[in-house]
């Protein structure tokens, strides 16, 4: 385990840690402000990854980078570096979108912030390709802000990827067309508990069990908190 992750998981289960180790929704909403500057930067020029590293990155030599690209891991000034400082550009276009952050404090001024990363790309030479990955990304709170200490890219399985692109595939107006073939369309899918937990991130199979699962009572479907 590398210094850097051990130091996490060590706050993370001694009290001083405990104090600092529950979600924090604010601190989410903080982080994903800071993560869409680099959404921004990337918006604006494809083969930016040099200025995201300068300007987002901690200037630091304990900066750890695991990339779903390259099966090394990359440790320290001397290898992250050269990743995002490529000798040609490589993309003629790219896009990402950040979504669904959740971060925890790890220290006073150390946090984590997991979420995930659509993105499409045109490669050079390449055909156009898209995906989603999941991400986790230590943040450390300096005096010009939060910067980058370290950061997992985790791809999504290839089941899950296509399950998730196959209902981003869904047409634009279909929602229209269901309600004029079932009348109960929009009444059947808010009832619909497994698949309003799927909107919350939770798979059904997850919980156990074949019946659909009851949602917390503050949520239930008929808004009057009962069961």
């Known amino acids: 385990m590398n210094k850097l992750a051990f130091c996490a998981a060590a706050l993370l289960t001694t009290g001083f840690g405990s104090a600092y180790a529950e979600e924090d929704p604010e601190l989410a909403n903080e982080l994903l402000e800071v993560l869409q500057q680099r959404q921004a930067i990337y918006a604006k020029d494809p083969n930016a990854s040099p200025q995201v590293y300068a300007e987002m ?6 900066v750890v980078l ?17 990743y995002f400082n490529p000798p040609n550009d490589n993309l003629y276009a790219y ?50 802000g939060w910067k980058i200490q370290a950061e997992l890219q985790l791809p999504m399985g290839l089941i899950s990827q296509s399950r998730v692109l196959q209902e981003m595939a869904v047409s634009a107006d279909f929602e229209d ?14 009832n619909d508990k497994r698949l309003q937990m799927r909107k919350k991130g939770v798979i059904p199979w997850m919980l156990g069990g074949t019946s659909q699962p009851t949602l917390p009572k503050e949520e239930s479907s008929d808004g009057a908190g009962g069961d």
Request: hydrophobic fraction near 35%; glycine fraction near 4%.
């Open 57 to 62: 990155w901690l200037d630091a030599d304990n």
């Open 66 to 82: 695991v990339s779903e690209e390259f099966h090394q891991q990359f440790h320290g000034r001397d290898e992250v570096t050269p």
């Open 95 to 144: 896009r990402e979108i950040v979504s669904n952050p959740r971060a925890t404090w790890l220290a006073p001024d150390l946090a984590t912030v997991t979420y995930d990363l659509r993105y499409d790309m045109q490669p050079i030479g390449k055909p156009a390709m898209g995906g989603m990955s999941h991400m986790m990304t230590m943040f450390r709170k300096t005096d010009d």
């Open 177 to 190: 067309f269901a309600r004029t073939q079932n009348q109960d369309y929009d009444e059947l899918i808010k």
